[in-house]
């Protein structure tokens, strides 16, 4: 069991950027997988993007333009980073970890994109 903390939600004006960060405390035996979903007020979660341990990014194709995933395994940490940001970008954005079949979730961050 790891605690996730997750920071850098803030409220953005259309077109900016914002970078989001994730960490955890704990110790993980074992690759594992650490990510960003997102779920809009009504909405199903979805992934945002996700990185493995040996450092291969997934993001869906309708973000990859937009958003990009880095980590520090130094600090057992990922950034998710957020450019041209818009309106449909608002959301609760929340950090996962992944280790075999099991998902860890944090208690998420508010993204709110507005003029």
């Known amino acids: 069991q790891v605690h996730i903390h997750e920071s850098g939600g803030d409220l953005v004006q259309p077109g900016g950027s914002l970078t989001l960060s994730c960490a955890f405390d704990g110790t993980i035996s074992g690759p594992y997988t650490m990510g960003w979903y997102r779920q809009a007020p009504g909405q199903q979660r979805e992934m945002v993007a996700q990185?493995?341990?040996?450092?291969?990014?997934i993001t869906p194709e309708s973000l990859a333009a937009r958003f990009s995933i880095s980590k520090d395994n130094t600090r057992d940490a990922v950034y998710l980073h957020m450019k041209d940001l818009s309106t449909e970008d608002t959301a609760v954005y929340y950090c996962m970890i992944e280790l075999g079949t099991t998902i860890q979730w944090g208690q998420g961050t508010q993204v709110t994109v507005t003029s």
């Open positions: 990185i493995t341990y040996t450092g291969t990014q």
